[in-house]
């Protein structure tokens, strides 16, 4: 039985699939099965230190290893949503140049997050460690 | 920044707007977790026949709402 799946991967086959959309294709699944793992634990972290004091906050913060979680995480969130946003800009924006245009701006704005992220990570475990 | 503006923001979050807001997003993360984990299993072949699909996509918002539900309780 021919299923419509089977017919659209066939036409996509026949529109020369190339290497980098195969890669996004398996970037945006790997993330998301990171992201299943980080961002229960986040959002579980989060409320329940959602009625602490500043102090237990930053020592949460500052620990090495919740760093390096928290580092992990914003990367795949921000590799993530990259990579589903260029999705969204591919099937609804029609004009190709604009579509170019929207695609660039939304890599440079991650990347931007990304570091900015990072950076106050680490800002916040210096602070901690003082 | 500091100690100040920590009791700040850590204020607004603790109104009801704030709990409200931290609910919400709560539904949209579980709600998009949900509905990703069924893309995985589209993307296996598993579940292509409509009625299945039907039944995911409640299946997911009951999730969802069970999520935010359970969620709710242990925070207030």
Same mark, same amino acid.
């Given at each position: 039985m021919e299923t419509d799946f089977q017919v659209s991967s066939e036409r996509m086959k026949s529109q020369k699939l190339d290497y980098h959309t195969t890669r996004q294709w398996k970037g945006q699944r790997i993330s998301a #099965?990171?992201?299943?793992? #980080?961002g229960i634990w986040f959002i579980v972290e989060v409320l329940r230190h959602a009625q602490e004091d500043y102090s237990v906050v930053l020592a949460w913060a500052g620990n090495p290893w919740i760093g390096i979680a928290l580092a992990s995480l914003i990367g795949m969130v921000f590799y993530h949503s990259a990579l589903g946003l260029q999705v969204v800009v591919e099937d609804y924006v029609r004009n190709s140049n604009l579509q170019k245009i929207l695609i660039s701006q939304v890599k440079i704005l991650s990347i931007i997050m990304t570091i900015l992220s990072w950076v106050f990570i680490i800002r916040i475990a210096m602070i901690a460690n003082e | 920044m500091g100690p100040k503006t920590y009791?700040?923001?850590?204020?607004?979050?603790?109104?009801?707007?704030?709990?409200?807001?931290?609910?919400?997003?709560?539904?949209?993360?579980?709600?998009?977790?949900?509905?990703?984990?069924?893309?995985?299993?589209?993307?296996?072949g598993w579940g292509f026949a409509l009625k299945d699909v039907y039944r995911s996509g409640w299946l997911v918002i009951g999730f969802?709402?069970?999520?935010?539900?359970?969620?709710?309780?242990?925070?207030?």
């Open positions: #099965l990171s992201l299943i793992f #980080l | 009791l700040l923001i850590s204020g607004w979050y603790s109104s009801p707007l704030g709990i409200a807001a931290m609910l919400g997003w709560a539904f949209c993360f579980y709600f998009h977790l949900a509905n990703g984990v069924r893309h995985l299993f589209w993307d296996v969802a709402m069970g999520l935010t539900l359970l969620t709710f309780w242990w925070v207030i």
